[in-house]
């Protein structure tokens, strides 16, 4: 399943974190997840216990910081949001534009205890 690799790339990212910082668990992880990332966020939540399972983030809180998809036309230079990315943009209808938001997937931050 993709959400499970993503959990999993996830993982590795507090893992090494964790290294790097010299602690071994992590108490709270947060995520920005963008609307056009092509993550599922139920799907993700349904993976996460496993792909957590005697890592770092084993008793780690979870939160999920969504990013709504925003778009700049090259047309006529408008912003507007958009779900979908063949959403054209409402002003003048084109469907040439640059997305500025919503596509992200990352880790923002971690809180780590000893
Ligand atoms: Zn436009």
């Known amino acids: 399943m993709h959400e499970l690799s993503i959990a999993m790339g996830i993982v590795n990212i507090a893992d090494a974190a964790c290294k790097k910082a010299n602690k071994s668990s992590v108490s709270k992880i947060c995520l920005e997840i963008g609307r056009l990332s092509g993550v599922e966020i139920d799907a993700l939540n349904f993976v996460w216990p496993a792909a957590?399972?005697?890592?770092?983030?084993?008793?780690a809180e979870k939160e999920i910081e969504i990013i709504?998809?925003?778009?700049?036309?090259?047309?006529?230079?408008?912003?507007?949001?958009i779900t979908n990315h063949y959403d054209a943009c409402p002003s003048c209808g084109s469907y040439f534009k640059d997305i500025q938001k919503g596509g992200e997937l990352k880790v923002k931050y971690i809180e780590a205890i000893n």
């Open 52 to 59: 957590v399972e005697r890592s770092v983030l084993s008793n």
């Open 68 to 81: 709504e998809g925003e778009a700049l036309c090259l047309e006529c230079s408008d912003t507007f949001q």
